[in-house]
């Protein structure tokens, strides 16, 4: 089933839901969660839900933090990761109930008279309104304002506001904080559910007193600790009574108002989560305290104020705008805004593929963030990138670890799918043996530093990662006569082609990786000779391992069938015959929920983008000519049945002027999520896809490409649009790309004189000038 939402309701700024529909319930409520990149809350409804099982999924959740579990596997082996991690829902601290009398609200019961829910996205802010008649005929009035602060860390705040329209009674509004929480399980869906049997988290502090109340507990197995604590105040001219209760794994503060006609009573509550991954375990509650009790003198108002100037900010650098497609446009920018909630920028947390809004690959970080997520925040809010690869480093000694675990005596593995560090990839075939990760991250530090020179960050944390996964390709390869150097056993980036010798995107980014060391090495011998000293001391690097590193990338084998002039995803992809297409029905879609893996392996066939991610992100190696004749064939044999694939094609499209197959893949990319495209978005968003829309306007329209100290643009007009502009940063410049009919503008809001490339031509951007190109002048 897809859920597309309906027309009426888009506008450039917000995501509108105008009609309450249980069947596309819990849709919403992956598309109206709200985030900072720490805590995670879904989009549910305050006052609860007791509609059908499955049409709504409870979830909060907190950027890293997760219990860990025992996989178990019909058959061991040596090496397979032991443990799973899992993303928790965490304690519920976002409930207020509401009674009218003995009537509770629910809107599975009485009829909505009128019913709005909008996510703000200049705002960052969820409202809801809506008229609701009781099933006894009481009729009310709710009106709410949710956010999770960007400015703090570990605050959420929801104004929550109720009106008698048409009686005079007790009102009860009962603010919680609920424990009794567990994580969804799903049997036949290998990308959800996690292993846990109930809940994993144990109650050990509970209290209430005046308007503070909180819940402390206990994972089972990483025995880590979370607080969920909330201060209420109430706002109203008629009078009211309040109860505290302090039951099972629950608090709860009820007000008693005596509601009289039309006047509107309001509660405010500020809800604060801290854990033991960030602060001592006595500091935790006083924490826990202290932002709330703060948030409650700031006041829901200004805690608003914050949140505007907040993405007032973030705006400015990150917004892409289109004239001329309002469904497009309302699509980029909440799959930017996702981005923005879901980025962990602390240097210990990261991306989670489905962000944190559902436990879809149970909140694990994979190389979605390094080759999607993170370049789209490189160029226009760099600092977040910086942290991103930070993250990379604080689990650089578990990749060390789990390299001498895979029999590599030196270098580092990081691992495919994870939270803390440790493989939890629980299929090999698609999971461990996806070494490109290691390129993936060599290559993410290569554009961090190519667009920012921040040679802090490298002597710091770069370097040490650069040399650590050069070193382990070094270890894995081999030199085999008349081929080159050798990369056997591994798996690309395309999950339908498994455990193969030399697959083409490995071997080029393990060639990036291997060449990157030596120019580093160089670099910091040169300039910063004392820091190399202590680097190669503490790693033990040896001159020699230098030569290694050149030798493996000058001489790296690329598979190719020089007489069909194609590149060969692996050494052997052409001697499998093609996927019969033809006779497989829409509905065997995805693939992978109806073969056998190994059924999919034998056959050409590819689940995602692989040569032609390559061809995209080390253009600079092939000829327009090559990237033609690749991409005509690897694109018939792609399903797409992974996410991150559409964007890249899209991206290789407008390179190669197709314009309106680039056009068609961005269309499918865009609104992938809003109009629920995989059938899937209820269990979170897909991250990687939203940076993939960014990367095809910016990288694919746009043209943008930067090759070392390069920076280049070949900007052409969708024939749909009437215009559009985006910001890129490139070494401290802002520069502004405007492109319409008349033309392209470039101009250079920030920094010093630049020059830049604009197709063949080099132009030279002036401080706070603007270079105009007319159409034609290409
Ligand atoms: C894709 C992987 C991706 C993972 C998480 C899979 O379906 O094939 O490339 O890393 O999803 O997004």
Same mark, same amino acid.
């Given at each position: 089933?897809?859920?597309?939402?309906?027309?009426?309701?888009?506008?450039?700024?917000?995501?509108?839901?105008?009609?309450?529909? @249980?069947? %596309?319930?819990?849709?919403?409520?992956?598309?109206? %969660?709200?985030?900072?990149?720490?805590?995670?809350?879904?989009?549910?409804?305050?006052?609860?839900?007791?509609?059908?099982?499955?049409?709504?999924?409870?979830?909060?959740?907190?950027?890293?933090?997760?219990?860990?579990?025992?996989?178990?596997?019909?058959?061991?082996?040596?090496?397979?990761?032991?443990?799973?991690?899992?993303?928790? /829902?965490?304690? *519920?601290?976002? @409930?207020?109930?509401?009674?009218?009398?003995?009537?509770?609200?629910?809107?599975?019961?009485?009829?909505?008279?009128?019913?709005?829910? $909008?996510?703000?996205?200049?705002?960052?802010?969820?409202?809801?309104?809506?008229?609701? +008649?009781?099933?006894?005929?009481?009729? =009310?009035?709710?009106? %709410?304002?949710?956010?999770?602060?960007?400015?703090?860390?570990?605050?959420?705040?929801? *104004?929550?506001?109720?009106?008698?329209?048409?009686?005079?009674?007790?009102?009860?509004?009962?603010? $919680?904080?609920?424990?009794?929480?567990?994580?969804?399980?799903?049997?036949?869906?290998?990308?959800?559910?996690?292993?846990?049997?109930?809940?994993?988290?144990?109650?050990?502090? @509970?209290?209430?007193?005046?308007?503070?109340?909180?819940?402390?507990?206990?994972?089972?197995?990483?025995?880590?600790?979370?607080?969920? &604590?909330?201060?209420?105040?109430?706002?109203?001219?008629?009078?009211?009574?309040?109860?505290?209760?302090?039951?099972?794994?629950?608090?709860?503060?009820?007000?008693?108002?005596?509601?009289?006609?039309?006047?509107?009573?309001?509660?405010?509550?500020?809800?604060?989560?801290?854990?033991?991954?960030?602060?001592?375990?006595?500091?935790?509650?006083?924490?826990?305290?202290?932002?709330?009790?703060?948030?409650?003198?700031?006041?829901?108002?200004?805690?608003?104020?914050?949140?505007?100037?907040?993405?007032?900010?973030?705006? #400015?650098?990150?917004?892409?705008?289109?004239?001329?497609?309002?469904?497009?446009?309302?699509?980029?920018?909440?799959?930017?805004?996702?981005?923005?909630?879901?980025?962990?920028?602390?240097?210990?947390?990261?991306?989670?593929?489905?962000?944190?809004?559902?436990?879809?690959?149970?909140?694990?970080?994979?190389?979605?963030?390094?080759?999607?997520?993170?370049?789209?925040?490189? #160029?226009?809010?760099?600092? =977040?990138?910086?942290?991103?690869?930070?993250?990379?480093?604080?689990?650089?000694?578990?990749?060390?670890?789990? !390299?001498?675990?895979?029999?590599?005596?030196?270098? !580092?593995?990081?691992?495919?799918?994870?939270?803390?560090?440790?493989?939890? %990839? &629980?299929?090999?075939? &698609?999971?461990?043996?996806?070494?490109?990760?290691?390129?993936?991250?060599?290559?993410?530090?290569?554009?961090?530093?190519?667009? +920012?020179?921040?040679?802090?960050?490298?002597?710091?944390?770069?370097?040490?990662? =650069?040399?650590?996964?050069?070193?382990?390709?070094?270890?894995?390869?081999?030199?085999?006569?008349?081929?080159?150097?050798?990369? /056997?056993? $591994?798996?690309?980036?395309?999950?339908?082609?498994? @455990?193969?010798?030399?697959?083409?995107?490995?071997?080029?980014?393990?060639?990036?990786?291997?060449?990157?060391?030596?120019?580093?090495?160089?670099?910091?011998?040169?300039?910063?000779?004392? &820091?190399?000293?202590?680097?190669?001391?503490?790693?033990?690097?040896?001159?020699?391992?230098?030569?290694?590193?050149?030798?493996?990338?000058?001489?790296?084998?690329?598979?190719?069938?020089?007489?069909?002039?194609?590149?060969?995803?692996?050494?052997?992809?052409?001697?499998?015959?093609?996927?019969?297409?033809?006779? +497989?029905?829409?509905?065997?879609?995805?693939?992978?929920?109806?073969?056998?893996?190994?059924?999919?392996?034998?056959?050409?066939?590819?689940?995602?983008?692989?040569?032609?991610?390559?061809?995209?992100?080390?253009?600079? *190696?092939?000829?327009?000519?090559?990237?033609?004749?690749?991409?005509?064939?690897?694109?018939?044999?792609?399903?797409?049945?992974?996410?991150?694939?559409?964007?890249?094609?899209?991206?290789?499209?407008?390179?190669?002027?197709?314009?309106?197959?680039?056009?068609?893949?961005?269309?499918?990319?865009?609104?992938?999520?809003?109009?629920?495209?995989?059938?899937?978005?209820?269990?979170?968003?897909?991250?990687?896809?939203?940076?993939?829309?960014?990367?095809?306007?910016?990288?694919?329209?746009?043209?943008?490409?930067?090759?070392?100290?390069?920076?280049?643009?070949?900007?052409?007009?969708?024939?749909?649009?009437?215009?559009?502009?985006?910001?890129?940063?490139?070494?401290?410049?802002?520069?502004?790309?405007? =492109?319409?009919?008349?033309?392209?503008?470039?101009?250079?809001?920030?920094?010093?004189?630049? +020059?830049?490339?604009?197709?063949?031509?080099?132009?030279?951007?002036?401080?706070?000038?603007?270079?105009?190109?007319?159409?034609?002048? /290409?």
């Amino acid at each position: 089933m897809t859920n597309k939402l309906n027309t009426n309701d888009c506008s450039e700024w917000n995501i509108v839901e105008s009609k309450f529909h @249980i069947e %596309s319930n819990a849709h919403y409520e992956t598309l109206f %969660s709200l985030g900072n990149g720490y805590i995670g809350m879904r989009g549910t409804f305050e006052e609860g839900y007791n509609g059908p099982d499955g049409t709504g999924i409870e979830g909060n959740y907190i950027n890293g933090f997760y219990d860990s579990h025992v996989i178990k596997y019909g058959e061991v082996a040596y090496g397979y990761a032991k443990e799973g991690q899992t993303m928790l /829902n965490v304690t *519920n601290g976002k @409930i207020i109930k509401v009674y009218l009398g003995e009537e509770e609200l629910d809107l599975t019961k009485g009829t909505i008279n009128e019913y709005e829910r $909008v996510l703000r996205l200049k705002e960052g802010i969820l409202t809801r309104e809506l008229i609701w +008649t009781s099933p006894k005929g009481k009729k =009310i009035k709710v009106e %709410s304002k949710r956010l999770v602060s960007f400015k703090h860390k570990n605050l959420a705040a929801i *104004n929550y506001s109720v009106t008698a329209l048409n009686f005079e009674e007790e009102v009860k509004l009962v603010s $919680v904080i609920d424990g009794n929480v567990t994580n969804m399980s799903t049997k036949d869906d290998p990308r959800v559910g996690s292993s846990f049997d109930g809940s994993v988290l144990t109650t050990e502090d @509970i209290n209430i007193e005046d308007s503070f109340g909180f819940v402390g507990q206990r994972t089972k197995n990483t025995k880590f600790k979370v607080i969920c &604590a909330m201060e209420n105040e109430i706002e109203t001219r008629n009078s009211y009574e309040i109860e505290n209760n302090k039951l099972d794994n629950r608090v709860e503060t009820i007000y008693k108002i005596q509601a009289k006609k039309d006047e509107k009573i309001t509660l405010n509550k500020y809800i604060s989560y801290v854990t033991s991954r960030d602060l001592k375990e006595e500091e935790l509650i006083p924490r826990a305290k202290e932002v709330v009790k703060r948030a409650k003198i700031d006041k829901f108002e200004r805690l608003l104020e914050d949140q505007i100037n907040y993405l007032e900010e973030y705006w #400015y650098k990150a917004d892409v705008h289109i004239k001329g497609d309002e469904q497009l446009q309302q699509g980029l920018r909440f799959n930017m805004f996702h981005l923005l909630q879901s980025a962990g920028r602390d240097g210990k947390t990261n991306i989670a593929a489905k962000g944190l809004t559902g436990e879809g690959y149970e909140g694990h970080y994979f190389w979605d963030t390094e080759i999607y997520m993170l370049p789209f925040f490189l #160029y226009h809010h760099p600092e =977040i990138s910086r942290k991103l690869l930070e993250y990379r480093y604080s689990i650089l000694d578990k990749a060390r670890e789990r !390299a001498r675990e895979m029999a590599h005596p030196t270098g !580092a593995l990081f691992p495919w799918r994870t939270i803390a560090g440790e493989e939890c %990839s &629980a299929y090999y075939p &698609a999971g461990t043996a996806q070494y490109h990760i290691n390129g993936d991250v060599a290559l993410a530090i290569k554009r961090y530093m190519d667009t +920012t020179e921040d040679t802090e960050f490298l002597l710091k944390y770069g370097a040490e990662m =650069i040399f650590e996964t050069a070193r382990l390709w070094a270890d894995l390869g081999t030199f085999i006569e008349k081929k080159g150097f050798c990369i /056997n056993g $591994v798996t690309g980036p395309d999950e339908y082609t498994a @455990i193969v010798n030399n697959n083409i995107y490995t071997n080029l980014i393990a060639k990036v990786n291997l060449s990157y060391a030596n120019e580093v090495a160089t670099w910091i011998k040169e300039n910063e000779p004392k &820091a190399y000293e202590e680097l190669a001391k503490k790693i033990d690097l040896k001159g020699g391992e230098l030569e290694l590193f050149k030798r493996a990338a000058d001489e790296m084998y690329v598979p190719c069938d020089k007489e069909r002039g194609l590149y060969a995803q692996d050494d052997n992809f052409f001697e499998r015959g093609v996927w019969d297409f033809e006779n +497989t029905p829409k509905e065997k879609y995805p693939l992978l929920l109806h073969f056998h893996p190994l059924v999919i392996y034998r056959h050409q066939v590819c689940k995602q983008a692989d040569l032609v991610l390559a061809l995209f992100l080390l253009g600079e *190696n092939f000829t327009l000519e090559e990237k033609k004749k690749n991409y005509d064939y690897y694109e018939k044999i792609t399903t797409h049945d992974s996410s991150l694939s559409t964007c890249i094609f899209s991206i290789m499209a407008s390179e190669i002027g197709y314009h309106e197959k680039a056009y068609d893949y961005f269309m499918k990319t865009a609104r992938m999520d809003l109009d629920d495209h995989k059938g899937n978005t209820t269990h979170g968003v897909h991250a990687a896809n939203m940076a993939g829309t960014w990367m095809s306007v910016v990288n694919g329209f746009g043209g943008l490409r930067v090759f070392g100290d390069n920076i280049s643009f070949k900007p052409c007009l969708p024939k749909k649009w009437d215009e559009y502009d985006f910001k890129v940063i490139h070494k401290g410049r802002l520069i502004h790309v405007l =492109i319409n009919k008349n033309g392209t503008t470039y101009r250079l809001l920030e920094g010093e004189d630049i +020059t830049i490339k604009h197709y063949d031509r080099h132009i030279l951007l002036k401080a706070k000038g603007e270079v105009k190109i007319g159409i034609g002048e /290409n």
